[in-house]
């Protein structure tokens, strides 16, 4: 997948709360959308297949992202689609003047940015090494009792960089150490991951037996902390 752009701009009211009218219906059951997530000018390519529930929040997802992908929620993180950045209000980003007001990624859901197959947001995390992913609805799909409430991870390939190795490029330079063993940054470099790191790492199974502990339809930042701490052999308690 090569990084395309954006569709164009969304109608506001699709990411816009609406005003509700007259009396409140049943919710409608939601279609399941099969995302394709690539993390962007990284070689070799790191992606996941996920399936998701169209209903999910932003917030969610983010979750979602993070245990799918091996990340550890160090970071700050924000999704765009077009030129409206969706995030935690928490973070308190700077607004600039007249740029459209960053919204809560709480209340905005998936369906209401990609509403459509082909269409996709950029999920960034860690704003220094700024690692940006590509999420692009491949398919939607009928409604499914049975996972409207969890995530699947369909298939993958490769571990995503470790924390604070400096970016795209710093990746590629620690890639280039690790494969050789005579260079000089060669011991210094394993002693700064800690141990061994296996670019080349995937494993479905895991991946989706933490995906399962996921709460929905809210992901507490403790609660994605001990699934992640959890993930990485280790418990906050």
Known sequence: MTDANLPAPMPPSLVKPGVNRGRAKAASPVPLYHLEVVLNRVKPQVWRHLQVPGGANLGWLHAVLQVALGWTNSHLHQFRADDQIITDPAFELEEFEGSPPILDERKVTL??????????????????????????????????????????????ARACPPEDCGGVHGYADLLKIIRNPRHKEHKNMFEWLGGPFDPEAFDLNKINTFLRKLHWPYVTEDQLAEVLMQMDGGSRF
């Open 111 to 156: 369906m209401q940015v990609v509403p459509r197959e082909g269409d996709g947001v950029f999920y960034e995390y860690d704003f220094g090494d700024s690692w940006e992913h590509r999420v692009t609805a491949v398919k939607i799909l009928a409604p499914d009792a049975a996972s409207a409430k969890a995530a699947l991870c369909l298939d993958g």
